[in-house]
Antibody, heavy 120, light 107 residues
Framework: QITLKESGPTLVKPTQTLTLTCTFS??????????VGWIRQPPGKALEWLAI???????RYSPSLKSRLTITKDTSKNQVVLTMTNMDPVDTATYYC????????????WGQGTLVTVSS | DIQMTQSPSSLSASVGDRVTITCRAS??????LAWYQQKPGKGPKLLIY???TLQSGVPSRFSGSGSGTDFTLTISSLQPEDVATYSC?????????FGQGTKLDLK
């Protein structure tokens, strides 16, 4: 059974750096084709894909946020970490991590999401 | 970036109705399209991938079609538990963009 769970601060101040951790079970990030992605959703708005890291350490980022994002993995701990610098109130959103299957970059299992509010 | 545009943005239908939601890509994406269902306060649930392949466990009243730039999600007979927001996603190339969502409720 695949599960993912996001953790991190619920409130950050403008200009601060956000660090979110995705802890997962039921699969290994060393398995060929597997990936873990991050997607966010501002309140009442659409889903926005942010970043993904693959089993082979390749990474992809949303071009509009690339300069602010870093995604890393710790295969031994079954964790993926997303950092986003220079947070702004417009970054207030629910942040999800999700499992990417080998067949393509869509997501068959999602975490419950964590709401991050950016406010002074 | 490939833009994904859904229509309509919202939709009201009655139990038993046939419901169709469309998704248009700004350029051809072959069949690299997924559909998700999201209920309030929950994470998205994968319904369909490869434009028309039903994810395991998803009721057969859901179906998808299309290729290239135009795609549809159809619910053959709407059930009360289908009230949700539906989103499409391009996975042809990064960035793996989502549509803006279609909110479906009961009339």
């Amino acid at each position: 059974q695949i599960t993912l769970k996001e953790s991190g601060p619920t409130l950050v101040k403008p200009t601060q750096t956000l660090t979110l951790t995705c802890t997962f079970s039921g699969f290994s990030l060393s398995t060929s084709g597997v990936g873990v992605g991050w997607i966010r959703q501002p309140p009442g708005k659409a889903l926005e894909w942010l970043a993904i890291i693959f089993w082979d350490d390749n990474e992809r980022y949303s071009p509009s946020l690339k300069s602010r994002l870093t995604i890393t993995k710790d295969t031994s701990k079954n964790q993926v970490v997303l950092t986003m610098t220079n947070m702004d109130p417009v970054d207030t959103a629910t942040y999800y991590c999700a499992h990417r299957i080998p067949a393509g970059t869509y997501f068959d299992y999602w975490g419950q999401g964590t709401l991050v509010t950016v406010s002074s | 970036d490939i833009q994904m545009t859904q229509s309509p943005s919202s939709l009201s239908a009655s139990v038993g109705d046939r419901v169709t939601i469309t998704c248009r890509a700004s350029q051809g994406i072959s069949n690299y399209l997924a559909w998700y269902q999201q209920k309030p306060g929950k994470g998205p649930k994968l319904l369909i991938y490869a434009a028309s392949t039903l994810q395991s466990g998803v009721p057969s009243r859901f179906s998808g079609s299309g290729s290239g730039t135009d795609f549809t999600l159809t619910i053959s007979s709407l059930q009360p538990e289908d009230v949700a927001t539906y989103s499409c996603q391009n996975y042809y190339s990064a960035p793996y963009t989502f549509g803006q969502g279609t909110k479906l409720d009961l009339k």
